[in-house]
């Protein structure tokens, strides 16, 4: 858990380590087959932001199609072609919400379908929580609360993130 003010970093502190992971794997020859990452943010808007940044950080420069490290959202906000090019060509980072999530585990489309698939081999997966939105525990923050704990019991995360298995197999 890392609590810290705004614009303070604590995105760049989840990312490196997964960029990372991804530039090492494709170094020692690893194909990086499926998503690696699924970021998990409480609100669109949130998401959103940071798409732009990981655009900033791991796209410019590098030319359409030659970026070493990929990534989408997946939230509602895309449209049918989107989420099909996201099943088809699964990036290394799915940014997500958590109603999406939820859908994504849960529906039976085959674009939901292909993106369980992909996961299969997930390395990381973290949910960005707001503990200061108030009333915490009631409506959908209470929703949001009763998911992390259902996450994060279910999948058995310890205190570094590392469950040793992914919650998708």
């Given amino acids: 858990m890392l609590t810290t003010g705004t614009g303070s970093g604590k995105s760049l502190s989840y990312f490196i380590p997964i960029v990372d992971d991804v ?4 170094r020692s020859g690893d194909p990086c087959k499926g998503i690696t990452a699924i970021v998990v943010y409480p609100m669109n808007a949130l998401c959103n932001s940071q798409l732009e940044e990981l655009v900033k950080y791991l796209s410019l420069g590098y030319g359409k199609g030659q970026e070493p490290v990929t990534f989408a959202r997946y939230t509602g906000q895309e449209s049918n072609e989107d989420r099909e090019r996201i099943a088809k060509n699964p990036p290394d980072i799915l940014l997500t919400n958590y109603v999406m999530l939820e859908l994504i585990m849960t529906r039976f489309l085959e674009t939901d379908k292909a993106v369980r698939e992909h996961s299969k081999g997930l390395r990381f997966l973290a949910a960005i ?3 200061d939105i108030p009333p915490w525990n009631y409506g959908r923050f209470g929703y949001r609360k009763r998911l ?8 058995g995360c310890n205190r570094t993130g590392d469950s040793g298995s992914s919650p998708f197999s």
């Fill in 23 to 26: 530039l090492r794997r494709i």
């Fill in 148 to 155: 992390s704990r259902t996450v994060i019991g279910k999948y």
């Fill in 129 to 131: 929580l707001i503990l």
